[in-house]
């Protein structure tokens, strides 16, 4: 039984490390790998510098969009990259989070990624709010 | 469930939770285990009573601390959902990285 707020998630890519680091940090890159299956990307800005924002809006399957994003809290190519993550858009909002991506080379053509994400900030009227967006996530993920 | 979040958000009441996952321990079993002082780890038993995380029970002569786990479902539920939304963002990017060859 796993006892925090944190996510820790790993995973090895077949790939360099600054390549990696492309795909974790360039617009048109992101946009074909991030999130779950069930959620598509539509548009992908950044402005990758300590305190620069990102924003990622998602399409929900009925259609509707919403936005990922936050700011970039710390950069450091082609090793660390972390950065705060929000939810904008969305009825009932999950709370604030910050996530920390380390990449490690494994050798010439393998890296391992570390992920990071601790939920810190949470919102006020979050017991509320929780039963709600936690309803909505597990229907998208399929677990319910 | 904010109560949850901010009693989760301390190494060391993470630290008494994951004792508390493996069995059920006095105040001074517990203590061992820790370098902080015995009244500071009574203050952190204090704030995960009463996120009612940790309950006090009376067992003859001692107090056995015991983790209410039904309060830990709810976050541990959404951390599930996280974990997930990276694997699977993580799938697509194994996919996409293998499809260039680079």
């Known amino acids: ?144 | 469930m904010e109560k949850v979040f901010s009693a989760l958000a301390d190494n060391n009441r993470r630290k008494i939770i994951e004792l508390l996952s493996k069995d059920d321990s006095t105040l001074l079993e517990l203590s061992e285990q820790f370098s902080i002082s015995f009244q500071a780890l009574s203050k952190h038993i204090k704030i995960l009573e009463t996120a009612e995380i940790v309950t006090k029970k009376k067992q003859g002569k001692y107090r056995v601390l015991t983790l209410n786990r039904d309060t830990l479902k709810s976050p541990l539920e959404w951390i599930t959902y996280y974990s997930q939304f990276w694997n699977s963002s993580f799938d697509n990017l194994e996919e996409e990285i293998n499809k260039t060859g680079e």
């Open chain 1, 1 to 144: 039984m796993k006892t925090s707020n944190t996510v820790y998630v790993s995973r090895e890519f077949n790939c360099t490390k600054s390549k990696l680091f492309e795909w974790i940090t360039q617009p048109d890159l992101i946009s074909k790998w991030f999130g779950p299956k069930h959620l598509s990307v539509k548009n992908v800005t950044n402005e990758l510098r300590v305190n620069g924002n990102y924003n990622i809006e998602m399409i929900k399957p009925d259609g509707s969009t919403f936005i990922i994003g936050g700011k970039y809290l710390e950069i450091e190519e082609p090793n660390k990259l972390k950065f705060s993550f929000a939810y904008v858009g969305l009825a009932e909002t999950p709370p604030e989070s910050t996530v920390e991506i380390i990449l490690e080379e494994i050798n010439a053509t393998q890296t391992k990624l570390s992920l990071i994400q601790k939920f810190e900030t949470v919102p006020a009227d979050m017991e509320n709010r929780t039963k709600a967006w936690e309803g909505m996530f597990f229907k998208l993920t399929g677990l319910i």
